[in-house]
């Protein structure tokens, strides 16, 4: 009840936020962009459409997690309303867990009016795919992802250093599956140990990118889906757990 | 005070801050104790800086001390369920502006687990008892300070609590909005309740407090009884008389003079005796003779070192 009333007022903040309507804006117009962009270049015009389309939901979506994300948390900490909040019968775990919910339920709500929008294209282009809501699916659990790590950076730092740090780890995310090659062109054990350490550590966001193979019409298995959905899932409440670990022992200056 | 009387004990409270870079380490608080009562108002009083904030937030669990204990209703004060006999006014509120004050008290109310009846109820009251009733519907960022401090104070008191914290309550408001302020204070010792304030406004704590508390470099240099502190007995007598100074003044200093008027004062009843009996023989008008106590502002003044 009280995780929910602070979700809630959250959601009700990011909604009233003009910031939101603007990422909002600009990805509808990346996604009809797509039926543009496929005029002026050689290519099927159902994949620019469906590329372009995809990587705009997930692009605007990463952007929405991160910026309004952060902006969130570092608002209640700067302003001092989390004195009156945290003053009240409630845990720091439940004002942690309450601002991700409402977060993840603006998310839901944004990612849900941009697939319309991308359903809508394709419908009216005739290129109208439900195995597309996959890779939509696991977009949306990189984005509960995205912002656990965007609220764990801001639950110590600064709104532009905890976007930073968030962007960068998003970028390293999808770069992580890279560190098993580079460790096995290593001479030196040391460096081969640090690259697959930071390979289990770091997040692989790749599991959860599945866009090029349902543009492409590559079979995704039901397992493949609940595998994905399950580490995205169990890395998002590890980092959670660290935010509110991190919470419980801030002092509110 | 037996222990079951106490609501609020501090003991060797220590806090530090960091500076920047952690080159250098500001110490707050170096060992601070006090004690409130059940249904007593206390007035915490100090400077900028003396640890008046650091104190409250300590007591509320926001801030963590490095030494020291802080105890409410007999538990610690880290315990959540603490807190629903507790409310809060921090001081210069800010809050969520693009909430109407019905959606915020309605937030707060939330907060407590009430149910949407209970929540309706308790804020038409509390609207009423503030003086906002008319501008609820109206969004928090269109609020003057006096308002926000008014639904500041709504927040606080929406769990009808038994202790009441208000940090620097009279910031911010005009006359009306303090003597306003004075009585909802006042209407919570009646109905029983424990007020813990801190202050600037000397002469607010000392309408308002039965005790209060001066802070000075961390610590309470001063708590008590208003009547305890302030001693009862005459300090000195002020008199006003018309006519030609005379000639033996018996130990008074002058203070002023204007035109045929002068304004003397005598800190011993002897003094006093022999300027009245040289006003009479001057052949002089009286015009008063006025005692003076310590108030709090001079006890203030003795304890924090000004002028």
Redesign the interface.
Known sequence: ??LW??AI?TF??AI??RILYLILAFALIMIGAGRAVSLLTVGSEEKIIKDMGLAAISLFGVATAIFVGVGLVFKEIE???I?????????RSEFVLGKYLGLALVLFVNLSIMTLAFYGLLWLKGYLDVTLGKAIALIFVELLLVTAIAIFFSSFSSPLLSSLFSVTLYLIGHLSWGLPLMADRLESPAGRWICHALFRVLPNLEYLNIKGRVVHRLPVSGEDMVLAAVYGLGYTLVVLMLAVGIFR?R??? | MSESEIVLKVERLEKS?WGHLRLRRHRVLRGLDLGVARGEIFGLLGQNGAGKTTTI?II?????PDAGSVRLFGRRNTV?????R?G?L?EN????E??TGREFLD??G????YSEYERKRRIGSILERVGMSGRSDVQLRKFSKGMLQRI?LA?ALINDPDLV?LDEPMSGLDPIGRREFRDIILSLKERGKTVFLSSHILSDAEALCDRVGIVKDGVVSAEGRLEDLLRPTVRSWEVTFSGPRPADLGGAEILAVRGTETLARVTTEADLARLLEGVRAEGCRLIAVVPRRDTLEDLYLKEVGGP
């Open positions: 009840m009280k009333a602070i007022n009700r903040e009233r936020d302003k001092r309303t004195q009156t909040l945290t003053a009240k019968p409630i845990r022992k002092d509110f200056l | 801050y937030k509320l669990g926001l801030v963590f959540v369920s603490v807190r629903e507790i809060f921090p509120p800010y809050f969520y693009y909430l937030y707060m939330r907060l407590f687990g500041g927040q914290i």
